[in-house]
């Protein structure tokens, strides 16, 4: 269950399980997250354009759809996102998003199954801390991808590490897989350590 109006300015449910709990603190986590790269790649995406967007693990959607809201074809922004697509390994992705975000197409899908070249900019948020083979699966991000990888994530995490991240993410790490554009800040939503968001333009 996401957040309603109902359920954001109602208290919550004494009965409220661990499940919906965690939902609930990790979608407002990914709103503010993905506020923070939509100013990130505006900044740094110069001009008139609309490119396709691809958001690997987007959970919910939640983030996804706020980047489609951010920089719909129809607002008032010079860099638009036409069209925008979630993708996850959670089943729940597509039901969820369906459901609740309906400007955006939701897949479950293994990134490996994807074609070369087939989305302008790709977007991963808070995903590669949990991943083992990391330096592969940024590849693979980069060879999905037609202009630009946009990866965020923590940045000099303390440990012990939160739950589910398998290592600590150094800004030299970043840039020795050719992240050197990257932007470290203090997140308010991130309490172990410091976020970062990094971009490569790819060809």
Same mark, same amino acid.
């Given at each position: 269950?996401?957040?309603?109006?109902d359920?954001?300015?109602?208290p919550?449910?004494?009965?409220?399980?661990e499940a919906?709990?965690?939902?609930l603190?990790?979608d407002s986590?990914?709103l503010h997250?993905y506020g923070d790269i939509s100013?990130?790649?505006?900044?740094?995406v110069k001009?008139?354009q609309?490119?396709?967007?691809?958001d690997?693990?987007?959970?919910?959607?939640?983030?996804?759809?706020?980047?489609r809201?951010?920089?719909?074809?129809l607002?008032?922004?010079? !860099?638009?996102f036409?069209p925008?697509?979630?993708? @996850?390994?959670?089943?729940d992705?597509?039901?969820? =998003? #369906?459901?609740e975000? $309906?400007?955006i197409?939701?897949?479950?899908?293994?990134i490996?199954?994807?074609?070369?070249k087939s989305?302008d900019?790709?977007?991963?948020s808070?995903t590669i801390?949990?991943?083992?083979d990391?330096?592969g699966?940024i590849a693979?991000l980069?060879?999905?991808?037609?202009?630009?990888?946009?990866?965020?994530?923590?940045i000099?995490?303390?440990v012990p590490?939160?739950?589910?991240?398998?290592?600590?993410?150094?800004?030299?790490?970043?840039?020795? !897989?050719?992240?050197a554009?990257?932007e470290?800040y @203090?997140?308010?939503?991130f309490?172990?350590?410091? =976020? #970062?968001?990094?971009? $490569?333009a790819?060809g």
């Open positions: 269950m996401l957040p309603t109006v359920s954001v300015f109602s919550l449910p004494t009965d409220a399980d919906r709990l965690l939902r603190r990790c986590q990914s997250f100013r990130f790649i505006s900044q740094r001009g008139f609309t490119l396709s967007l691809l690997v693990g987007g959970r919910t959607g939640i983030g996804t759809a706020l980047l809201l951010l920089h719909h074809p607002a008032f922004t010079t !860099l638009k036409d925008v697509t979630s993708l @996850d390994l959670d089943p992705l597509p039901r969820i =998003a #369906g459901q975000f $309906k400007d197409s939701a897949v479950q899908m293994n490996f199954d994807l074609e070369p989305h900019i790709v977007v991963c808070h801390e949990h991943v083992p990391m330096e699966f693979q980069e060879r999905i991808a037609r202009k630009y990888v946009v990866l965020a994530c923590p000099d995490e303390n590490l939160s739950d589910g991240h398998l290592r600590t993410i150094t800004r030299e790490h970043l840039a020795s !897989l050719g992240y554009d990257i470290v @203090d997140s308010f939503h309490h172990n350590g410091l =976020a #970062g968001i990094a971009m $490569k790819v």
